[in-house]
């Protein structure tokens, strides 16, 4: 007989397993501190125009929020709570948690 962690164990896609996520995450954090540092050096150089530092600055944004919500998912996996939406409480699709494994919410809530 099959127990529901067996089944759920079963159902889990590189992606949206605890050991896919903290490599997402390593990838994650590794492509923020390159941006990071191109921000840095943007700022530093004069003859670079304002458009050029707005737009990596914003890379570099979109980059921390990326960490931050990967994070979060390897704590809800952590806790029990992966692929529950976070508003309704109904599971999350596994097709939508394999297009954005740090999804916390269903569509209808999303």
Do not use: F, N
């Amino acid at each position: 007989m099959v127990s529901a962690m067996d089944s759920a164990a079963s159902s889990e896609t590189p992606a949206t397993s605890a050991t896919g996520l903290r490599h997402e995450l390593g990838q994650a954090r590794t492509e923020l501190d390159r941006l990071s540092t191109e921000y840095d050096e943007l700022l530093a150089d004069p003859d670079v125009i304002q458009e050029d530092r707005d737009a990596t600055r914003t890379l570099v944004e979109v980059a921390r929020g990326h960490v931050r919500d990967v994070e979060q998912a390897i704590v809800r996996i952590e806790s029990g709570t992966y692929g529950r939406c976070a508003k309704c409480g109904d599971d999350i699709p596994a097709e939508r948690l394999e297009a954005l494994p740090d999804a916390d919410t269903c569509v209808t809530c999303g």
